[in-house]
């Protein structure tokens, strides 16, 4: 993706798989994306452990997310893609 992001986004975005089965049964999820002012973040999420740091740049963003049951409508709604 192309699509842009804040730190915080990020982590509501990972926040939502913990809290909300909406989404299926998320067992992982990582990837590396643009954020707004520039960086790069790149982000891991397990049950209950969203990981968000920043990191080197890659040529377009990448979001990977792994489980059972995945909805991926919500979830490209999710990310804003």
């Known amino acids: 993706t192309t699509k842009k ?3 915080d986004e990020i982590t509501s975005i990972l926040t939502a ?3 909300d089965a909406t989404y299926g049964t ?3 999820a990582k ?3 643009p954020a707004a002012d520039g960086k790069w ?3 891991d999420y397990v049950p209950g452990e969203p990981d968000v740091r920043f990191g080197s740049a ?3 963003g990448r979001i990977c997310v ?3 049951s995945l909805d991926e ?3 490209k709604k999710l990310f804003g893609v």
């Open 5 to 7: 992001y804040t730190e």
């Open 17 to 19: 798989f913990v809290d």
């Open 31 to 33: 990837g590396i994306v």
């Open 66 to 68: 792994i489980g059972s």
């Open 41 to 43: 973040i790149h982000f």
């Open 26 to 28: 998320v067992l992982r």
């Open 58 to 60: 890659i040529v377009t």
């Open 73 to 75: 409508e919500k979830i």
